[in-house]
């Protein structure tokens, strides 16, 4: 069988698969080898930050002026097929993990979720000189992605804002939904009251 010798140490295919794992990371392998192609995307929506904040805001106006319908149907019921399209969309646009509370406005449209510390205020000491993430040296730090899309945002400066930690009972679920839902509820009171001043 083919392989490489080097005094009486000999590497081939079967010798590669069979050999303990070595303690030795090289500095550029990533632990968990996320695929490049998912930093691609990703890095493309943070770099379009400013078009996706626009596409953003006319969607959620769009899903609030649903609100009947949604109201009509259920939210509940509504809540597996927006899920489905939700997954899909934000799956390739930002990697998103479907945490049920999206924060993407105030973070540049990078994902804080996919920081491997699931940090969600800010980046933590350990990013390295090149700007990449300490855990996942290949990675590009979602913070540092953060900072520079939030930039380009014109409501960039809600990264200063204090993000509540995750609520995990709320994995999974629609966070278009319950954006849509609470701004429904908001605005019902205001509208009661335009309705009352507007009675004889
Ligand atoms: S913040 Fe949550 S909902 Fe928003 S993209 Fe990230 S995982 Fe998905």
């Not at 930002?94 to 940090?119: A, E, H, V, Y």
């Not at 930039?151 to 930690?165: K, S, T, W």
Request: hydrophobic share 35%; net charge positive; glycine share 8%.
């Amino acid at each position: 069988m083919a392989g490489i010798g080097f005094g009486n140490w000999s590497l081939t295919a079967a010798g590669r698969a069979n050999r303990p794992p070595s303690p030795y990371q090289p500095s550029h392998v990533s632990v968990t080898r996320r695929l490049r192609k998912t930093y691609t995307i990703r890095l493309w929506s943070v770099r379009h930050a400013r078009f996706l904040e626009i596409v953003y805001g006319k969607f959620a106006s769009l899903f609030l002026h649903l609100h009947p319908v949604w109201k009509a149907v259920g939210y509940k019921r509504a809540e597996g097929p927006v899920k489905f399209v939700e997954r899909r969309a934000k799956g390739l646009l930002f990697d998103c993990r479907m945490c049920g509370q999206c924060i993407l406005s105030s973070t540049g449209m990078s994902c804080p979720m996919n920081c491997p510390k699931r940090l969600r205020n800010g980046p933590c000491g350990g990013v390295r000189a090149n700007g990449h993430c300490e855990v996942e040296p290949d990675m590009p730090c979602v913070w540092v992605q953060a900072w520079e899309g939030s930039r380009r945002m014109q409501g960039g400066d809600a990264i200063l804002n204090v993000q509540p930690p995750v609520d995990h009972s709320l994995r999974e679920t629609s966070a278009w939904l319950r954006v849509t839902a609470q701004a429904a509820a908001a605005r019902e009171p205001a509208l009661d009251s335009q309705k009352g001043s507007a009675r004889p």
